[in-house]
């Protein structure tokens, strides 16, 4: 499992880059996925779900692959703006459950 | 745009007080849920609700957590006896659907709740 502490992983990058925040998972039975932006003084907001037949899904500007063989998922922005800076989390669900649970979070901070 | 709203955004507490926490989830949703976000730490599931009942509640959910709807509009959790270690941001979020097609749920911006 993850470490839990105050600090959390950061990934600085320039406006109008492509940023790639990863995740690992531990439960091998997850089988649902779920990728979350937090920002500042708000609450998390879905981004992109994807469901493990798949390894790929794409949205607008985002993309999320998943390896279940090394249980590893990532979130692939494109064009990275100012906008998208804030915490982003994966969150996983299994067997059913509507529960995610959640990961610590990668900050992510774009520089314009 | 639809939006979960939470009440008050900020409450502060003695230890050992009881304290309401009220969310108002978006209008059309059926499924209701409570998480908690301890400073730098990982968002953590409470407790979710549905047609008036818990449908899963987590270890944290214990006998000092107990949440109601009292009316067609809101949701509330309800702290008896407030701990130090209760401190956190309390989030409130809903969804339209359950299982997994339910990965969007829509989250409120949260009460921030400090125990002294």
């Known amino acids: 499992g993850e470490s839990v502490g105050l600090h959390l992983p950061t990934l600085s990058v320039q406006e109008g880059d492509n940023s790639i925040i990863n995740c690992a998972y531990s439960?091998?039975?997850?089988?649902?996925f779920i990728w979350y932006k937090q920002e500042s003084g708000k609450g998390p907001q879905f981004i992109i779900d994807i469901r493990s037949n798949m390894d790929k899904r794409q949205g607008q500007r985002v993309t999320v692959l998943l390896n279940k063989t090394v249980k590893h998922l990532s979130l692939q922005i494109a064009a990275t703006q100012p906008g998208d800076s804030a915490v982003y989390f994966c969150a996983e669900g299994a067997g059913g459950s509507y529960i995610p649970t959640f990961g610590r979070g990668t900050s992510l901070i774009v520089h314009p | 745009e639809p939006e979960v709203t939470q009440t008050p955004s900020h409450q502060v507490t003695q230890m050992g007080q009881e304290v309401i926490l009220r969310c108002v989830p978006i209008?059309?949703?059926?499924?209701f849920y409570w998480y908690r976000q301890i400073l730098g730490q990982k968002v953590e599931f409470l407790v979710s609700f549905y047609n008036n009942e818990i449908s899963e509640k987590s270890e944290i959910f214990d006998d000092q957590f107990s949440v109601e709807r009292p009316d067609g509009s809101n949701f509330t959790l309800k702290i008896r006896s407030t701990k130090l270690e209760d401190s956190a941001m309390y989030f409130c979020?809903?969804?339209?659907?359950?299982?997994?097609?339910?990965?969007?749920?829509?989250f409120g911006p949260g009460t921030r709740l400090t125990v002294l």
């Open positions: 439960n091998s039975a997850s089988d649902y």
């Open positions: 209008s059309n949703h059926l499924y």
């Open positions: 979020a809903s969804s339209e659907r359950s299982g997994r097609a339910s990965g969007e749920q829509f």
